[in-house]
């Protein structure tokens, strides 16, 4: 039972795992690395962040480079914590049942 | 879900962390040839010095002059070269040459590496020669080491060993060329042939 509490919703699915992987080990990455990186429609990965940044597990800054916009996505620490944990229950899940 | 899928979540997670924060296309070829190079430099140095300045080298005579360029090759060519193999080799694997990543890796490179050259090439001019081995050996040591957060974790333990060389280089000066020749020689060969078999092979 404890394993599947630590399994987060928040994170159960493609697109919202590989935001948070690419983040966890970039200081920050923008909405076109994201969108490259995952393979991911604008929409897509727009709906994603959002719900991500909802849940305060990802910061957005938008600026300007030049007259560019531009959006940088990073993690919060709650979004470390959480992630590291739902990592380690997928592990444990996929090492209980093999 | 089913614990397949999680494998291969987990395995996704793995990868994006890889292609994201890392530059894997660095050729081990470059790194032989490199090697090569410094070899084939350090032995027309020694050669000029052995002819022309019955050994030992006048320090603003026109062989201490050759010898600069010869070491200004050796330098240009590795890094060419270094450029050449590794847009091939990315291309070859449809990775992007010059993205976020590879910009990372070469200015997290180049930071301690002019500073290094410049502090040399200022202490040369306040005729101070006697370090110039032990510095090149170390600040590129530590160039490296910089370098290999944003590259694949074996450029870490060159970066290593060339500080270490460089430190012996530093006790020893009067074995600089030959700890040189080993720091930038022979361990680049070595280096190299080590990737090469461990990436570039089985690619």
């Known amino acids: 039972m404890s394993i599947i509490n630590n399994i987060n919703k928040a994170f159960d699915h493609r697109i919202r795992l590989g935001i948070m992987s690419v983040l966890m080990v970039n200081e920050y990455a923008d909405f076109n690395m994201l969108k490259e990186l995952l393979g991911a429609t604008d929409g897509n990965l727009a709906s994603h962040t959002k719900a991500l940044e909802k849940a305060a597990y990802i910061k957005v800054e938008k600026q300007f480079i030049g007259r560019k916009p531009n959006t940088r996505y990073s993690t919060t620490k709650l979004g470390r914590a959480e992630f590291k944990k739902h990592i380690d229950a997928l592990e444990k899940l996929i090492n209980k049942q093999q | ?203």
Not at chain 2, 28 to 54: C, D, F, K, P, R
Not at chain 2, 62 to 70: E, G, P, S, T
Not at chain 2, 135 to 154: E, T
């Open chain 2, 1 to 203: 879900m089913e614990s397949k899928d999680y494998l291969k979540d987990i395995s996704e997670i793995k990868d994006l962390m890889n292609k994201s924060s890392r530059f894997i296309s660095l050729s081990g070829l470059s790194g032989i040839l490199a090697g090569i190079y410094a070899l084939i430099g350090a032995a027309i140095a020694y050669w000029l010095v052995m002819e022309y300045s019955q050994g030992t080298l006048i320090l603003d005579g026109k062989i201490y002059r050759l010898v600069m360029l010869d070491l200004f090759l050796v330098a240009a060519l590795s890094i060419l070269t270094g450029i050449f193999l590794t847009t091939k080799k990315a291309k070859k694997h449809g990775a992007k040459i010059w993205d976020a990543t590879s910009k990372r890796l070469v200015v997290n490179f180049l930071i301690p590496l002019v500073v290094g050259g410049l502090y040399i090439l200022i202490i040369l001019n306040q005729q101070k020669y006697g370090q110039t081995a032990a510095l090149m050996l170390m600040f590129y040591g530590l160039a490296l080491v910089n370098a290999s957060k944003y590259s694949i974790g074996d450029i870490r333990y060159l970066g290593y060993i060339q500080i270490i060389i460089g430190l012996i280089c530093a006790w020893f000066p009067g074995y600089g060329f030959w700890l040189w020749i080993l720091g930038f020689g022979i361990m680049h060969i070595v280096y190299g042939t080590w990737m090469h078999f461990k990436y570039d092979r089985n690619q």
